[in-house]
């Protein structure tokens, strides 16, 4: 039965390339036209392929809107949360998830560091946008046409010495953002509070939201909070993972227990 349902799910993967005929369904498979024949017709049922007049199947409407309808229910903060617990546990510092939304990034979770000192950001509250590290990674993410807009019509409050002052600036630190997959707030926003940050991506590739870490420098400095980027990335990809249901490597899927 395994080998059956392997069979039929590996028939999606070819005719999204395409429509594809009987015979080339079966070669793909390595099966004789008769299974994979029954495969199609299985599939077919269920609307997943549909057979053209010229006799070559295709995509059908049915795994379209399956897959509308679980992008819509994909909730990226129940995926992240887990995922920002334990690097908290693993580096003791607040961590963020952000995402744009109308024009704001706002927090939509928080893990408070395991220390006093405690940051003043909510849950639910924009943030500075144009400092601070989460809103560098969606705003970079933007259609250049929509980032050079947006930079334009945006305050550039000097919040502290290293505040971005103009559009300029602005964008020439998105592009770096943009080019190098992960962003920084150095003191932009507070003197004392440095923050590091990546995105995270769905199936598509775009950015729908990011993450970050953030910590006073009467805890540890920018150099030291930079060494935990590597950590920061990683954690960001493995929520990019879970929530574009990439397939897992099959090489870091443990074994089977032994009955």
């Known amino acids: 039965m395994s080998q059956t349902v392997d069979r039929a799910l590996s028939i999606l993967p070819l005719l999204a390339q395409g429509p594809a005929d009987l015979g080339q369904v079966a070669d793909r498979l390595g099966v004789h036209k008769s299974t994979a024949l029954r495969l199609l017709r299985t599939l077919h049922e269920h609307g997943l392929v549909y057979r053209q007049q010229d006799q070559r199947y295709r995509l059908g409407a049915r795994l379209f809107a399956l897959a509308q309808e679980a992008v819509e229910n994909l909730d990226v903060r129940e995926i992240a949360h887990p995922h920002l617990v334990q690097l908290n546990e693993q580096c003791g510092h607040t961590v963020h998830l952000a995402v744009y939304e109308e024009s704001e990034v706002l927090y939509i979770d928080k893990v408070e560091s395991r220390y006093p000192v405690r940051m003043y950001s909510r849950i639910g509250k924009p943030v500075a946008i144009t400092v601070a590290a989460v809103a560098k ?86 150099e030291e909070l930079l060494t935990l980027l590597p950590l920061v990335r990683r954690t960001a990809d493995a929520i990019s993972r879970e929530y574009s249901g990439a397939v897992p490597d099959a090489k870091a899927v443990p074994p089977k227990e032994a009955p």
């Open 137 to 222: 990674l969606l705003l970079a993410d933007l259609p250049e046409a929509e980032r050079r807009a947006l930079a334009e019509k945006l305050d550039y409050p000097m919040y502290t010495s290293r505040s971005i002052p103009n559009p300029a600036a602005f964008l020439k630190e998105l592009a770096a953002v943009r080019g190098q997959g992960w962003a920084t707030d150095l003191g932009g926003h507070e003197e004392s509070i440095n923050c590091i940050g990546a995105p995270i991506r769905g199936a598509d590739g775009r950015v729908v939201a990011a993450m970050s870490v953030s910590a006073p420098n009467v805890v540890v400095t920018a």
